[in-house]
């Protein structure tokens, strides 16, 4: 989207409404209040907190509306098959049958792809034309979702961008190839449409809700949208259309640039890098304190991706606080003082490597090594050894609420979202990126089978990131925050009435008004549920294959 004072003359456009705030060079530029015209869909404003935001709401009653805002489109073309694009693909196919029309959603994979098979599972199939060699699958599509690696996509671009029929859309899931190409010293081609859509989840559970939810109206994944080039006039409806296909229960705007540095910035924070740094510090020190190890994995991981995160998901962050006794209060106080200066020191570190392009030529860099240095597997060391005998043994209703987890966790949570705020983020992207995100999408997996079950079946940039943060809010939380509380520094008044106060509860409320009475179902080590071709893997690959 642009934003108010870059006009264009297209019917979806982007503004932007003025606010005061200080700016620097690597702040979103325009990213909140983001306005935008449609023709088919009916905008909806919504106060987040002290924010007014449009947004679009989703669910199947809008299905046939698809009909008008895909009148151009006679192909749909996914590209890959990562995480993303087998929830996507088999989303629009079932949504758009569903709608009653006959576009064909067609996958492109190199012909020698491990992928190919998989695709083949769930009835995609070269002999009636929905699987075939990426390129081909470009040139004959009206609207091109990219989904390959991000490594990939900065390496092929411009022989993908070069296929493409002019009028056809280009269709991005994460705003990371325009960092790359701003890199380059390039643009998109003037004569194609360029949007994103972006759903606030790991792919498989894009899938997973959009199954469970063909019984509910809305059930599924948010996303956020964008219109970066519009030359056809129509790229807004195809945007919103998409994201209405994969099931999004709402839809808000963003700009890719936001979009990708919010994104790529969350993944390494609380969504998987923080949280898996954190846990594994406490463990080590719950440990130390005499708990055994089982019990210290209850009181660690079990603690955060049961009660805390089903209580944030459904209630908000305060209601983790609000039911704990007085003394149970008094040792959150002291976990959140401590740990939130220092998590937020990494978190905006990360965020400025992000806005710099450090971030993304690092990932970059490593799909390049991959042949010589594959990405190594993260849930081999004894602490998740025991977690396996923990879930095989696991009664749900018994998982300890442990105030001090809540303080370190919720502490590091506030610090992603504090960063975003600085930076001009608006709250709709805010709360999705580093708290929806988390606790509906992402630590399911974790509860269900272990780490590498959520990190693993994100995205290779994902994958990575979390790899090269995590031991870093390990390290910090290890060196800052407990040596602080074990030096009885006690709790700090403000950062806690600072938290009690924060607008973000409100905002957070907001998006749990609109959340689907559906929660993701993923079956654990024994179970089939969720797992299988086009859904979650539980074998992870350890070099970029489309």
Request: hydrophobic residues 40%; proline residues 5%; contains cysteine.
């Amino acid at each position: 989207m642009k934003a108010a004072g870059q006009a264009r003359p297209v019917p979806v456009r982007a503004t932007a409404v003025a606010r005061p705030a200080r700016r620097s060079s690597v702040q979103v530029c325009n990213a909140v209040y983001l306005d935008f015209n449609t023709k088919v869909f009916n905008k909806e404003l919504v106060k987040f907190a002290n924010m007014e935001e449009y947004i679009i709401r989703g669910g199947r009653d809008k299905f046939p509306k698809l009909k008008e805002a895909f009148s151009n489109i006679k192909q749909v073309g996914v590209i890959g098959w990562g995480s993303q694009a087998p929830a996507q693909a088999q989303n629009l196919r079932d949504s758009i049958k569903e709608a009653g029309l006959n576009i064909p959603v067609a996958i492109g994979l190199r012909p020698d792809s491990p992928s190919w098979a998989e695709a083949e599972a769930v009835g995609f199939s070269k002999q009636d034309g929905t699987l075939g060699e990426v390129f081909d699958v470009v040139s004959k599509s009206d609207l091109v979702i990219l989904l390959i690696s991000d490594a990939a996509q900065a390496k092929l671009y411009p022989r993908l961008l070069a296929a493409m029929k002019p009028g056809a859309t280009l269709g991005l899931s994460h705003g990371f190839l325009l960092g790359v190409m701003k890199s380059d010293g390039v643009d998109f081609r003037k004569d194609i449409n360029v949007v994103l859509v972006a759903p606030k989840g790991m792919g498989p559970s894009v899938r997973n809700l959009y199954e469970q939810g063909k019984s509910v109206n809305g059930a599924g994944i948010n996303c956020s949208f964008a219109v970066h080039q519009d030359y056809t006039g129509t790229a807004g409806d195809v945007a919103i259309g998409w994201a209405i296909g994969v099931g999004a229960p709402f839809a808000f705007p963003t700009t890719l640039e936001s979009e990708y540095k919010s994104d790529i910035y969350g993944e390494r924070c609380i969504l998987l890098g923080a949280v898996h740094g954190m846990v594994e510090a406490l463990f080590r020190r719950y440990t130390r304190q005499g708990m055994s190890d089982e019990e210290a994995f209850k009181q660690s991981v079990e603690s955060i991706t049961g009660p805390i995160s089903k209580t944030i998901s459904t209630k908000g962050m305060l209601a983790v606080y609000n039911q704990l006794d007085e003394a149970g209060k008094k040792v959150f106080q002291e976990a959140y003082s401590a740990s939130f200066k220092p998590a937020m020191d990494i978190c905006l570190e990360i965020y400025e490597d992000v806005a710099s392009g450090n971030e993304i030529r690092s990932v970059v860099q490593a799909g390049s090594r991959f042949d010589r240095f594959p990405m190594g597997k993260i849930d081999g060391t004894y602490m998740w050894k025991v977690g396996q005998e923990v879930r095989a043994k696991r009664v749900e209703k018994d998982i300890p609420l442990n105030p001090f987890t809540a303080g370190v966790y919720i502490a590091t949570m506030m610090a992603t979202v504090e960063v975003l705020r600085e930076k001009g983020h608006c709250y709709s992207e805010i709360c999705n990126e580093s708290i929806i995100e988390a606790v509906d999408s992402l630590n399911p997996y974790m509860h269900a089978r272990g780490v590498a079950f959520m990190v693993d079946n994100c995205s290779y940039t994902a994958r990575l990131g979390s790899r090269k943060w995590a031991p870093r809010f390990d390290y910090i939380l290890e060196q800052q925050a407990f040596t602080a509380i074990d030096s009885k520094e006690g709790v700090k008044p403000e950062v806690i009435s600072k938290f009690l106060q924060d607008p973000v509860h409100q905002a957070l409320a907001k998006c749990s008004e609109m959340r689907p009475p559906v929660d993701i179902s993923v079956g654990g080590e024994t179970s089939s549920v969720g797992v299988g071709a086009g859904k979650a893997r539980t074998e992870f690959r350890s070099t970029v294959a489309a």
